[in-house]
Each structure stands twice: as structure tokens, then as C-alpha cells.
């Protein structure tokens, strides 16, 4: 069964940092690129980053750029959001998924990210 | 940036066909995906490449698109299609979401 799962999630003060991360199980996630989507509380859906397969494309939302650093490791069948400087705009439930024939056809179960002081 | 507009709200009867649309320039050009997204839960990709049924989602779910609009159509629809519904095209390499509809089955 494909699977992903994140988790990293919790509640820190504005300007701190959080590393968030997102484990594969039951595929192997080199041959995927992979995207974080968020959703603040009551809101819709975001997108945030994505990384291709070897990592040589990597993309931010301008909401983020500057500020957070997605990277992957293939060995690990794992993915990784590094989030700097955050702020109360930030909080949200963060997802990962894997993109396939255009569709972002699986999603973990999401981890959430408070920013308050 | 490039945006996809949504109506808000949409309310349909039990067995009534529900249509969702979703507008943006030229979004015909584009591929568009469609995901249900019960409370509480993550979402789940129902259309793709327009108009594509991954396995396992019902053949009441259909999806169409062109011109400026995409359409999520739903035919025969349950209690259980209730929920918020999201359209998704590209802009180059980064992904961009419609601003969610909410399918009420009155």
C-alpha cells in the first residue's frame, strides 16, 4: 500500500524553525516528484514547494521563497521541509504528495504547523 | 500569477447531477485536476488530465474542459459526495489551486 507520512508539526514561536518531514512507504519515491501543499485552518488548499526526482528542479510559492528549503533523500525514501523565520501566516496543516499524469494522486495525512507566540 | 476562480457554494438534491465550475485564461490550454476533500481528511484526487477517473473513484465523477472553464460534474449524486472541491492546473512547474467549492446534497 502506498503511504506517505508526515510529521515534524508543532507549535512554535513567530521566527522560529521547524523541519517537517515526509516518509514513504510501499513505493520508492526516486521515481516521483513530490510537492508540499498546506491549508490554514478553515482555508483552502496552497501550494508551497515542490522537487523533481534528482532534485535539480526545485520550486517555492513566493509566500515561502527565501524562507523555506525542501530537499530529498532518495536512500531514506524521504522528503524534507526546512522552514525558517516563521510567522503566524505560516500556520497551517502541511501535506506532501506525489504527482502522477499531472494529478497529485497521493497524500499523507498531513502534520500541523502552529506559529504563536 | 495565475489564478482559477470557484463559486463558493453549491447545493444539489440526492440523485441530481452537481456541476463545479472552475475559470482562468485560457485554462482550456491547461491540464486540469480535480480533488474531493472530506472534513477533516486528506484530499483525494477524483479527475485528472481533465477528465481522467483514477481507480477506484465512481464513474459519476466526470470532468471536462475547455475555453476558460473546467467543469467537475457529478452525476447521481450521494450524501457521501458532500464535501469541499478543489480544481488544480499548472503554471509552468508550480501548481495552482482553485479557492474550493462547497458541495452541499441538500
Known amino acids: 500500500e502506498i503511504q506517505l507520512v508526515e510529521s515534524g508539526g508543532g507549535l512554535v514561536k513567530p521566527g522560529q524553525s521547524l523541519r517537517l518531514s515526509c516518509a514513504a512507504s510501499g513505493f520508492t519515491i526516486s521515481g516521483h516528484n513530490i510537492h508540499w501543499v498546506r491549508q490554514a485552518p478553515g482555508k483552502g488548499l496552497e501550494w508551497v514547494s515542490s522537487?523533481?526526482?534528482?532534485?535539480?528542479?526545485?520550486s517555492y510559492a513566493d509566500a515561502v521563497k527565501g524562507r523555506f528549503t525542501v530537499s530529498r533523500d532518495n536512500a531514506k525514501n524521504s522528503i524534507y521541509l526546512q522552514m525558517n523565520s516563521l510567522r503566524a501566516e505560516d500556520t497551517a496543516v502541511y501535506y506532501c504528495?506525489?504527482?502522477?499524469?499531472?494529478?497529485?494522486?497521493?497524500w499523507g495525512q498531513g502534520t500541523l504547523v502552529t506559529v504563536s507566540s | 500569477s495565475y489564478e482559477l476562480t470557484q463559486p463558493p457554494s453549491v447545493s444539489v438534491s440526492p440523485r441530481q447531477t452537481a456541476s463545479i465550475t472552475c475559470s482562468g485564461d485560457k485554462l482550456g490550454d491547461k491540464v486540469v485536476s480535480w480533488y474531493q476533500q472530506r472534513p477533516g481528511q486528506s484530499p483525494v484526487l477524483v479527475i485528472f488530465?481533465?477528465?481522467k477517473r483514477p481507480s477506484g473513484i465512481p464513474e459519476r465523477f466526470s470532468g471536462s474542459n475547455s475555453g476558460n472553464t473546467a467543469t467537475l460534474t457529478i452525476s447521481g449524486t450521494q450524501a457521501l459526495d458532500e464535501a469541499d472541491y478543489y480544481c488544480q492546473a499548472w503554471d509552468s512547474d508550480t501548481v495552482i489551486f482553485g479557492g474550493g467549492t462547497k458541495l452541499t446534497v441538500l
Open positions: 522537487i523533481s526526482t534528482s532534485s535539480r528542479y526545485i
Open positions: 488530465q481533465d477528465g
Open positions: 504528495a506525489t504527482v502522477t499524469d499531472g494529478g497529485l494522486d497521493h
